[in-house]
């Protein structure tokens, strides 16, 4: 873990292929200890020509499962648009991203993405979760303040300030230590008025999160996303309770090698299940436990999702299931039982289901946020709660109980770039332009990655005839996003004085 993050320069890797749906050639050079992703459509239009480079300044992934780069234009931070797949050892598009037709050069990276992969990551400016006043963390990789917490007392001690045993710890603070990290869900929602960067080992991650899976998913089909939903439909867990968890069978401070892991691992299991001697009966043909009891299934290389099977089971499944898409959903692990907010939080989780689609997710969503709107004498001050409220009133036509959301949200967060360009979006809906174009020019004004708000603004700038303004809006836009086709074209088409804009 030590090696999760640090220097383009530490973590280079070469890269140079072509991209066949978006015609792309990447390519990752090194010169003089300066990293760069250079880019290029060789065989493109004069509509789709693109060519260029950003220096990259930190790679992400230890490379074993996958390797990404960060780079920074103007203080805003964004993931490379490519990854290093380890295992089939090549180089593709980031994952959500294989089919894309167009560069994605804007993928935001928050001290959310960070607290996973790196140590003293630093706090976002507010008007962007993206941006930052300097350097994003100050120092790569996992060190041992992640895990034991701020060891500077011990040091200034000499040692005699004792460091955190964490062992001793109450079971819940015990895992939440590894699950700050190794715990996703299917969806995560943070608690009102917490921030889960601000988890400090020793602390209870449930107090900050809830996470949550499909309940069918508890059951027999499925694949958990990640080790810990695994475990715990595992008997040994279920049986062993508090006995079991992650440092059972995983040294924190390091992985054994290949030629270690079998032993290694066989060693773990049998401090449970060696009564009567039953390792030595027990299929003495194959020395590797886990070969039978934890699957791991062909390839993965996905970066979230476990690669072995945490649900420890007498018989195996060899392939993926594939996750269940809809269906109630339920929280993980029963310590966040009596404290998440079953309407607020589960509202929430049931929001970000319904933003992948999953229409009945929604009106469960509605259900339960205006249930928690209302216990809480409207939520003055949750952002959140307001701004996925306003979206699914959006979504069900009610335009002007959307904008009273999003208002509210405004409200409590004056940055929140999603409430403000729908709320501009309802106003330009509603022939508004002044206020929508007002709206359009903030978000875009502090985060010019905002390609929605950029071409909005452009959009309407054009119709009002404006062209010299909607031309510096797309040029700007262009500078963050230099593979959007859409702005590339309206900007086309207003050079070439057309119709519409070009007009007055
Ligand atoms: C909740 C913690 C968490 C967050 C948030 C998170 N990651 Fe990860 N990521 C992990 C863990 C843990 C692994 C190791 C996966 C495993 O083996 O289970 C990983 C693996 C990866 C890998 C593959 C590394 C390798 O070689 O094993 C990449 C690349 C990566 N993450 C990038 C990102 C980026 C970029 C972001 C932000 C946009 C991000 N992650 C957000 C926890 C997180
Ligand atoms: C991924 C989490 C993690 C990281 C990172 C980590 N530790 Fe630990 N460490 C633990 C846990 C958990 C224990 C408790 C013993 C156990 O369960 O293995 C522990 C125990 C210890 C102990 C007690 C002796 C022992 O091995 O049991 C020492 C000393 C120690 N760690 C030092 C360090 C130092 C120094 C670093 C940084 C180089 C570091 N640790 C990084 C999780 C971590
Ligand atoms: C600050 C975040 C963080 C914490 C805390 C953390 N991990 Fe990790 N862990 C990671 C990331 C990120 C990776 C992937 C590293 C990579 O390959 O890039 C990882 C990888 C691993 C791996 C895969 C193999 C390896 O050694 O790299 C194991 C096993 C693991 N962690 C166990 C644990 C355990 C057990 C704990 C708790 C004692 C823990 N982790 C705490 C972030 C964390
Ligand atoms: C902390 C103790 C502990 C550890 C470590 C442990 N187990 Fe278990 N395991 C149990 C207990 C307790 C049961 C339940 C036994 C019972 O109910 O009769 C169990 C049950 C099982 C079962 C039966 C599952 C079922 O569905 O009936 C299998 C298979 C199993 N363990 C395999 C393993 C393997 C393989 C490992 C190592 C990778 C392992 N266990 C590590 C405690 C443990
Ligand atoms: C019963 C034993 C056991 C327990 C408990 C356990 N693991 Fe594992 N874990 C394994 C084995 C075995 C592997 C495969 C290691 C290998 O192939 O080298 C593994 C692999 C991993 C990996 C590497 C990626 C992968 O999926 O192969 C990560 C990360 C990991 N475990 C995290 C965790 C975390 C976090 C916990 C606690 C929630 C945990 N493990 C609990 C046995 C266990
Ligand atoms: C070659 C595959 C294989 C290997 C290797 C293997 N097991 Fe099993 N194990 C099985 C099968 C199959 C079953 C279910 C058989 C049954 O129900 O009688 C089983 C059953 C079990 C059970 C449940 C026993 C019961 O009476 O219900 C436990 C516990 C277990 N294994 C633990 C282990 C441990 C620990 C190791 C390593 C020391 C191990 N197994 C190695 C295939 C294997």
């Keep these: 873990m030590a090696r999760a993050s640090g220097t383009a320069a530490e973590g280079f890797l070469p890269a140079?292929?072509?991209?066949?749906?978006?015609?792309?050639?990447?390519?990752?050079?090194?010169?003089?200890?300066?990293?760069?992703?250079?880019?290029?459509?060789?065989?493109?239009?004069?509509?789709?020509e693109l060519a260029g480079r950003v220096q990259l300044e930190y790679y992400v992934g230890s490379g074993l499962r996958g390797r990404t780069y960060l780079f920074e234009r103007e203080g805003y931070w964004f993931e490379a648009p490519i990854n290093w797949y380890g295992k089939k050892r090549v180089w593709d598009m980031a994952p959500n991203f294989l089919p894309a037709r167009e560069m994605p050069l804007t993928l935001p990276v928050d001290p959310g993405c960070l607290r996973c992969h790196a140590s003293e990551v630093a706090e976002s400016l507010p008007d962007a979760r993206n941006h930052y006043a300097g350097e994003p963390f100050g120092a790569g990789g996992i060190t041992c303040a992640?895990?034991?917490?701020?060891?500077?007392a011990h040091v200034n001690s000499g040692g005699k300030a004792r460091m955190m045993n964490l062992d001793a710890l109450e079971p819940v603070r015990r895992d939440s230590i590894c699950l700050n990290c190794h715990l996703e869900g299917e969806a995560a929602v943070i608690r009102a008025g917490k921030r889960v960067e601000e988890f400090r080992p020793g602390d209870d991650l449930f107090d900050y999160a809830v996470f949550f899976v499909r309940k069918s998913e508890k059951g027999s089909a499925g694949r958990?996303?990640?080790?810990?939903?695994?475990?715990?439909?595992?008997?040994?867990?279920?049986?062993?309770?508090?006995?079991?968890?992650?440092?059972?069978?995983?040294?924190?401070?390091?992985?054994?090698?290949?030629?270690?892991?079998?032993a290694f691992y066989r060693a773990k299991c049998l401090q449970c299940h060696d009564t009567q001697g039953f390792g030595e009966q027990h299929h003495p043909e194959n020395q590797d436990c886990t070969a039978c009891h934890m699957a791991r299934p062909p390839s993965n290389d996905i970066a979230h999702e476990q690669v072995t099977d945490h649900w420890i089971r007498k018989q195996v499944s060899e392939t993926r299931l594939?996750?269940?898409?809809?269906?109630?959903?339920?929280?993980?692990?029963?310590?966040?039982?009596?404290?998440?907010?079953q309407d607020r939080d589960l509202g929430l989780a049931y929001a970000q289901m319904a933003a992948r689609g999953d229409q009945a997710a929604g009106r469960r969503a509605m259900t339960l946020l205006e249930k928690a709107e209302k216990e809480a004498g409207?939520?003055?001050?949750?952002?959140?709660?307001?701004?996925?409220?306003?979206?699914?009133?959006?979504?069900?036509?009610?335009?002007?109980?959307?904008?009273?959301?999003?208002?509210?949200?405004?409200?409590?967060?004056?940055?929140?770039?999603?409430?403000?360009?729908?709320?501009?979006?309802?106003?330009?809906?509603?022939?508004d332009y002044g206020?929508?174009?007002?709206?359009?020019?903030?978000?875009?004004?502090?985060?010019p990655a905002q390609r929605g708000a950029g071409m909005n603004?452009?959009?309407?700038?054009?119709?009002?005839?404006?062209?010299?303004?909607?031309?510096?809006?797309?040029?700007?836009?262009?500078?963050?996003?230099?593979?959007?086709?859409?702005?590339r074209a309206l900007a086309g088409k207003i050079r070439a004085g057309g119709r519409g804009c070009g007009g007055k």
């Excluded at 594939?322 to 907010?341: H, M, Q, R």
């Excluded at 206020?435 to 985060?447: I, K, N, P, T």
């Design 378 to 431: 409207g939520a003055a001050g949750d952002y959140e709660l307001h701004t996925q409220l306003g979206f699914l009133e959006q979504m069900d036509g009610e335009a002007s109980a959307a904008a009273a959301e999003y208002r509210q949200a405004l409200t409590a967060d004056p940055y929140d770039a999603l409430a403000a360009g729908d709320l501009a979006v309802l106003d330009a809906g509603n022939h």
């Design 224 to 262: 958990a996303t990640s080790q810990w939903e695994a475990l715990l439909k595992s008997r040994c867990k279920q049986s062993a309770g508090d006995r079991m968890t992650c440092t059972t069978c995983h040294d924190p401070h390091g992985s054994p090698g290949p030629e270690e892991r079998v």
């Design 16 to 48: 140079d292929f072509t991209h066949e749906a978006s015609g792309i050639h990447y390519k990752v050079t090194e010169d003089g200890g300066r990293v760069w992703l250079e880019y290029e459509r060789p065989e493109a239009t004069a509509s789709r």
């Design 457 to 487: 603004l452009a959009v309407v700038e054009c119709a009002e005839g404006e062209r010299t303004a909607a031309l510096e809006t797309l040029g700007r836009l262009l500078e963050f996003a230099p593979d959007d086709g859409q702005a």
């Design 146 to 152: 992640g895990c034991h917490g701020d060891g500077t």
């Design 322 to 341: 594939p996750l269940a898409t809809t269906g109630p959903l339920a929280a993980v692990g029963a310590a966040a039982v009596d404290k998440w907010d």
């Design 435 to 447: 206020e929508a174009v007002r709206l359009w020019q903030g978000v875009f004004a502090h985060d």
